[in-house]
T-cell receptor, first 112, second 110 residues
Framework: GQQLNQSPQSMFIQEGEDVSMNCTSS?????WLWYKQEPGEGPVLLIA?????ELTSNGRLTAQFGITRKDSFLNISASIPSDVGIYFC????????????FGKGTLLTVNP | DVKVTQSSRYLVKRTGEKVFLECVQD?????MFWYRQDPGLGLRLIYFSYDVKMKEKGDIPEGYSVSREKKERFSLILESASTNQTSMYLC?????????FGPGTRLTVT
């Protein structure tokens, strides 16, 4: 199936730093979702984006739906050790409520 | 809060065994999904169901079947487990565009 290009693959940062990751595609999506997965657990929804240009925050997390509808980014401000995990983007194309396309994830490590 | 639960967190089965993975959601969602997650391959859709007794193949249905007799429950069946089915299995449910995942079942086939 189609994949989203998610970058970076991994990040090693110091506590307190800001983090940015993004997903791009050659296809248009009508929904972008960002999930976080911790070791041995299922993905947990962080932010859902439904319209081009939409900017949504959830605490220290901010995500944007790209104007072209082919990309999205996630920012984490003032990182803390519990931010450690794998962050996934996922996109849903028009006409389907079923088939979500996932990025391969960004592994975030935060050094205290 | 949406709750998706999976019957087992860890499972070890032998090659050739029939394996049942159960998933239950408590939000009256119509759509339910089974994914497997493998390092380097990401999440891949096995099967999904958009209503009771309705099912559709995902991207990698070979070696699997599913059952949805009740709206809240979606079962994944490995008819004859093989070692290449060792993986993390994730169930999800959705009403519209947003999917909510369960905690996962780590299946090892020896």
């Amino acid at each position: 199936g189609q994949q989203l290009n998610q970058s970076p693959q991994s990040m090693f940062i110091q506590e307190g730093e800001d983090v940015s990751m993004n997903c791009t595609s050659s296809s248009i999506f009508n929904t972008w979702l960002w999930y976080k997965q911790e070791p041995g657990e299922g993905p947990v929804l962080l932010i859902a984006l439904y319209k081009a240009g939409e900017l949504t925050s959830n605490g220290r997390l901010t995500a944007q739906f790209g104007i072209t509808r082919k990309d999205s980014f996630l920012n984490i401000s003032a990182s803390i050790p519990s931010d450690v995990g794998i962050y996934f983007c996922a996109g849903l194309r028009g006409g389907s409520n079923y088939k979500l396309t996932f990025g391969k994830g960004t592994l975030l490590t935060v050094n205290p | 809060d949406v709750k998706v639960t999976q019957s087992s967190r860890y499972l070890v089965k032998r090659t050739g065994e029939k394996v049942f993975l159960e998933c239950v959601q408590d939000m009256d969602h119509e759509n339910m999904f089974w994914y497997r997650q493998d390092p380097g391959l990401g999440l891949r859709l096995i099967y999904f169901s958009y209503d009771v007794k309705m099912k559709e193949k995902g991207d990698i249905p070979e070696g699997y079947s599913v059952s949805r007799e009740k709206k809240e429950r979606f079962s994944l069946i490995l008819e004859s487990a093989s070692t290449n089915q060792t993986s993390m299995y994730l169930c999800a449910s959705s009403l519209s565009r947003v999917k909510y995942f369960g905690p996962g079942t780590r299946l090892t086939v020896t």
